[in-house]
C-alpha cells in the first residue's frame, strides 16, 4: 500500500481481555516499530523487527505484550489480560532500514480498557 | 542512555510571529535528530532530520532546526507562523548505542492565535 495501515482504529475492550492489534507496513521496508503514546506524554517503544534478525524486545513493559511479524510483512501486537494501564494510543512504523532511515508512522489504534 | 526534554508542553504564538520550540538531548556518542510533528486527527509525520551532515537543516512547511552540540540542541523554528502549523511537535535522538532506536521527548503542542 501508499502507507503503513493499522487495525482497528479504535478498540474498546474490558479489563482482562486479550487484544490483537495490527500493523502492514509499506511494501519493501524491512524494519518495524511498535510503539505506545499515552495521553498528553511521548512516544514509548516497545518492539522493533529488522528482517529476519531477532526482534529488540527491550520496550515491552510486561510479559503480557508480545509482537510478531511475518517475514517482512504484518505484524501483530497482542496484549493479553489486559488492564486499564493498557489504554493508549499504539502507533506502528516502518524504514526500508533501521538506523537513520524515516520512520514512516501509520494512524494508530486507540485502545480503551475498560 | 539518551533522553530528550522539550521546553513547554505549550507553546502559543501569534499568527505572523516567529516560532520556536526548544529541545535538548543527551547522548554519549554522535545522535542523529529529528522532529515530527501531528496534525489533529492525523498520523506522525517527518518534519526534518539531522544526520551528521550540515548542522542548519530545512524541513517541510518552512521550518528549520540547528543542531549546535555545545548546548546539545535541537531547537526547530520557523519565521512566520500560519494558523495551519497548529499541531503537536515531537523531538526524538537516537544513536548506534541504542541500535537507532528512536528516544522522543513529550511533545509540545504548538497554539496559533489569530
Known amino acids: 500500500g501508499a502507507g503503513v495501515s493499522q487495525s482497528p482504529s479504535n478498540k474498546v475492550t474490558e479489563k482482562g481481555k486479550d487484544v490483537e492489534l495490527r500493523c502492514d507496513p509499506i511494501?519493501?521496508?524491512?524494519?518495524l516499530y511498535w510503539y505506545r503514546q499515552r495521553l498528553g506524554q511521548g512516544l514509548e517503544f516497545l518492539i522493533y523487527f529488522q528482517g529476519n534478525s531477532a526482534p529488540d524486545k527491550s520496550g515491552l513493559p510486561s510479559d503480557r505484550f508480545s509482537a510478531e511479524r511475518t517475514g517482512e510483512s504484518v505484524s501483530t501486537l497482542t496484549i493479553q489480560r489486559t488492564q486499564q494501564e493498557d489504554s493508549a494510543v499504539y502507533l506502528c512504523?516502518?524504514?526500508?532500514?533501521?538506523?537513520?532511515?524515516?520512520?514512516?508512522f501509520g494512524p494508530g489504534t486507540r485502545l480503551t480498557v475498560l | 542512555a539518551q533522553s530528550v526534554t522539550q521546553l513547554g508542553s505549550h507553546v502559543s504564538v501569534s499568527e505572523g510571529a516567529l516560532v520556536l520550540l526548544r529541545c535538548n538531548y543527551s547522548s554519549s556518542v554522535p545522535p542523529y535528530l529529528f522532529w515530527y510533528v501531528q496534525y489533529p486527527n492525523q498520523g506522525l509525520q517527518l518534519l526534518l532530520k539531522y544526520t551528521s551532515a550540515a548542522t542548519l537543516v530545512k524541513g517541510i512547511n518552512g521550518f528549520e532546526a540547528e543542531f549546535k552540540k555545545s548546548e546539545t540542541s535541537f531547537h526547530l523554528t520557523k519565521p512566520s507562523a500560519h494558523m495551519s502549523d497548529a499541531a503537536e511537535y515531537f523531538c526524538a535522538v537516537s544513536d548506534r548505542r541504542s541500535n537507532y532506536q528512536l528516544i522522543w521527548g513529550a511533545g509540545t503542542k504548538l497554539i496559533i492565535k489569530p
Open positions: 512504523a516502518s524504514s526500508q532500514q533501521a538506523g537513520t532511515d524515516t520512520q514512516y
Open positions: 511494501s519493501g521496508h524491512t524494519a
